[in-house]
């Protein structure tokens, strides 16, 4: 029992645990009651949604409106919330209202899912967490219901309220509007889009970002407070200049909205491939151009410690400082006045670069089983490894081996980076080997 208590480290705890609700959210999901036709969804199909949802994805192979009962909906809103929180952060939720408490191998649990560096004030910062998340969701499932009150009857919309608001503040990006749809149908509507984006950006912002916003009320936050809320305000404003500018004569996305509706797309388009997966106008349309931009955007991602995936962007701007560094010949990376260590960079590579070569192995894959554009599989990998949830459309009609590459690819996005990082961060036990420096010698670069 030591011996397994040993090998069950918190990443393989995290890891394993994804993995377990996969594929309970998978078997539920081929339950007759699961699906419209009382038939349930095939395996393959099942692991799939099972998959997107816990790693708050979005891809479908099937339209979750037109598919799925009212159960099978639940459920994967319900994988949707485990998946956003996390697992371990939602099991905690239950032992709250249990009043059990928490041990300490459960605190180095959390610490690991909210890629934290001590476990002192874990618990307190759950506590937030859970909070935060809840209040925000609510707030959005009721400004959401009122609009679409005018649209549907009260009960369908506060289910689509809810379920929306969810889906939107958890970066998930599943929507009930219909064969594959999204929410096109809503393209020039302030309220619709203005709610489903504050909800993408403060998902994506992270719950540690959150809790400081609201601990300090903007006085005197982190310096990573500070960067998350600059790069990503850069990214969106430079995003949906891109897409304004490209797209404005494109007669099959922003050609024939109006000027203000040009914008608030443009906008829209440029939140969701921050990890979230909505769209307003169709994707498929899109110039390479625009989609090259976007494919930019969703391997950056969301922020550390949040709901969405990618690379994150602290990572992005540790990888940026650093080439600026050894442009400048300068021998530290240095970030309004701080220097950042040397294992923060060491591990923004590490994971930019695991990244890219998993991306790289997945659309070769792609390339071979998918007879498929390039570009569009790009896209899709892309997607997939940000856990975005944006498509070309060609998610539908992928074989059962770019199904299972598409499968591995979200979930390692979900859980590989976080994993990564801590792994790295790690110390070793091995004394003596750390302690051994060997001799310099250098090799040609460039």
């Known amino acids: 029992m030591n011996s397994i208590g040993k090998l069950m480290t918190p990443s393989r705890v995290l890891v394993l645990g994804f993995a ?19 038939l349930g969804l095939p395996f393959l199909n099942a692991v799939f949604t099972a ?10 192979v099937v339209d979750t409106a037109t598919t799925f009962t009212i ?10 919330q485990v998946g956003g929180l996390g697992f371990m952060t939602f099991a905690t939720l239950f032992a709250f209202i249990l009043g059990k408490k928490i041990t300490f191998k459960e605190r180095l649990l959390l610490q690991e899912a909210l890629n ?24 959005g499932a009721l400004i959401l219901t009122i609009r679409w009150s005018f649209d549907f009857s009260w009960s369908k919309a506060l289910y689509l309220g809810i379920f929306h608001s969810i889906s939107a503040f958890n970066n998930a990006g599943f929507d009930l509007f219909g064969d594959f749809s999204s929410l096109t149908a809503y393209v020039g509507d302030p309220v619709t ?15 540690i970002v959150l809790a400081d916003l609201l601990a300090n009320k903007g006085k005197t936050i982190k310096l990573h407070t500070k960067i998350v809320l600059q790069v990503s305000g850069t990214l969106i404003l430079v ?3 891109l897409i304004f500018i490209i797209e404005f004569a494109n007669p099959k996305t922003l050609g024939p909205l109006p000027i203000g509706t040009k914008v608030l797309a443009a906008f829209f388009q440029s939140v969701s491939p921050r990890t979230a997966g ?42 940026i400082l650093s080439v600026l560094s050894t442009y400048r010949n300068q021998p530290h990376v240095v970030l309004k006045e701080r220097t950042l260590p040397k294992d923060v960079i060491q591990k923004a590579w590490a994971i930019t670069t695991s990244a890219a070569f998993l991306i790289f192995i997945v659309i070769s894959i792609l390339s071979l089983t998918e007879r498929v554009d390039l570009l569009a599989i790009l896209f899709e990998v892309t997607s997939a490894f940000g856990t975005v949830g944006l498509s070309m459309g060609i998610t539908p009609t992928l074989s059962s081996v770019g199904k299972m590459a ?41």
Do not use: H, W
Not at 54 to 59: E, I, N, P
């Open 20 to 38: 377990m609700a996969i594929l309970f959210g998978a078997l539920l999901l081929t339950l007759p009651q699961a699906t419209q036709d009382g």
């Open 51 to 60: 998959t997107s949802a816990v790693c708050v994805t979005g891809l479908v």
């Open 71 to 80: 159960f099978g909906q639940g459920i994967i809103l319900l994988l949707i």
């Open 116 to 139: 934290q560096v001590s476990v002192e004030g874990i618990v307190r910062l759950v506590k937030s967490v859970i909070q935060i998340s809840f209040a925000i969701e609510a707030i």
């Open 193 to 207: 889009n203005i709610t489903i984006m504050l909800l993408i950006i403060c998902g994506g912002l992270g719950f």
């Open 239 to 241: 995003g949906a200049a």
């Open 278 to 319: 909505f769209n307003t106008i169709n994707i498929a349309g899109m110039y390479d151009t625009t989609l090259l931009s976007m494919i930019v955007l969703m391997f950056i991602g969301a922020s550390s410690g949040s709901t969405g995936g990618g690379i994150k962007t602290t990572t992005f701007i540790a990888i």
């Open 406 to 446: 598409i499968i591995l690819t979200m979930f390692i996005g979900r859980v590989g980076p976080l994993t990564l990082a801590f792994v790295l961060s790690q110390k070793r036990k091995n004394i003596r080997t750390a302690q051994i420096k060997y001799p310099d010698e250098r090799i040609m670069i460039g």
